[in-house]
């Protein structure tokens, strides 16, 4: 068998703000530490499961926070920017089932540091269906027929992976007080849970349908903004709903949609608003 794990970093036990998941902050390196020890206590746990290979995505910013001297040896790590698939770079139908460590909820809802990609992006649909980053990497993983079978982060985007998923298991590590502060387990306490819960995810597997994604689905992002939109815009294919913020695009499958995400929400960073 064969396990897929993508890590973020804002739903990483102990994290309660951005000065913990941006590089140029004083609480980075600390963070990377706690990180990578998070991933290993799911690898290890996954490998004791007769899991014969594991595959570790980093997925957050950057995409080159995991300690790869600190890795659990018998993983695989997929590391650095810029990557085709981005979150779920290396997600193909060999994997039986993934595992989205360290997630946060989307957006336009409450939770630790809850955002969407970029932090211009109000909302994303596919089709009318609202999703943050769970969703979008969950269709993708649903496209290869490849169940989510574990959510970890904050109890929001616990909450959130309950919506979408029936009998997903997941691993709330710390509770959002707002925005910018959690109650939050140890990082001890904290991997006895994903312990647990990576051996009951892998034992659930079979209870656990992939979330396939619509055929032909239209990709819709909301931004903060006009000139995002405006931006987002210049992506062939595209265009701006009339008297909204809001580019959408036809896409032919997932896949296409989610690079089309990528692509727009990497034009619209480049808004500025002098």
């Known amino acids: 068998m064969k396990l897929y794990l993508s890590v973020d970093m804002e739903g990483i036990t102990g994290l309660p703000d951005h000065t913990f998941v941006d590089s140029s902050k004083h609480n980075y390196e600390r963070a990377r530490k706690i990180m990578t020890e998070e991933a290993n206590n799911v690898i290890s746990s996954a490998l004791e499961q007769n899991i014969k290979e594991v595959t570790v995505n980093d997925s957050h910013s950057k995409m080159n926070n995991l300690l790869i001297e600190h890795i659990h040896p018998e993983a695989q790590l997929i590391t650095g920017d810029v990557k085709p698939f981005s979150m779920v770079q290396g997600l193909n139908d060999t994997y039986d089932g993934a595992i989205f460590l360290g997630y946060h909820s989307r957006a336009d809802q409450p939770g630790v540091m809850s955002h969407s990609m970029t932090f211009g992006v109000r909302n994303f649909y596919i089709n009318d ?31 959130e992976a309950k919506g979408l998923i029936p009998n997903i298991v997941t691993a709330p590590v710390k509770e959002s007080i707002s925005r910018s502060a959690v109650k939050t387990l140890t990082p001890k306490k904290a991997g006895e849970l994903l312990h647990k819960k990576t051996v009951e995810a892998i034992e659930n597997l079979q209870n656990i349908q992939p979330l396939i994604p619509p055929k032909s689905p239209l990709l819709r992002i909301e931004f903060a903004n006009y000139g995002q939109a405006e931006w987002a815009n210049l992506m062939p294919g595209t265009q701006i709903e009339p008297n909204t913020t809001t580019v959408s695009y036809q896409a032919k499958d997932i896949l296409e949609a989610y690079q089309a995400m990528i692509v727009m929400t990497e034009l619209a960073m480049r808004t500025t608003f002098s």
């Open 129 to 159: 269906m609202a999703v943050g980053e769970l969703g979008l990497n969950a269709y993708v993983a649903g496209y290869y027929d490849v169940p989510l079978i574990m959510v970890s982060g904050d109890d929001r985007v616990a909450e």
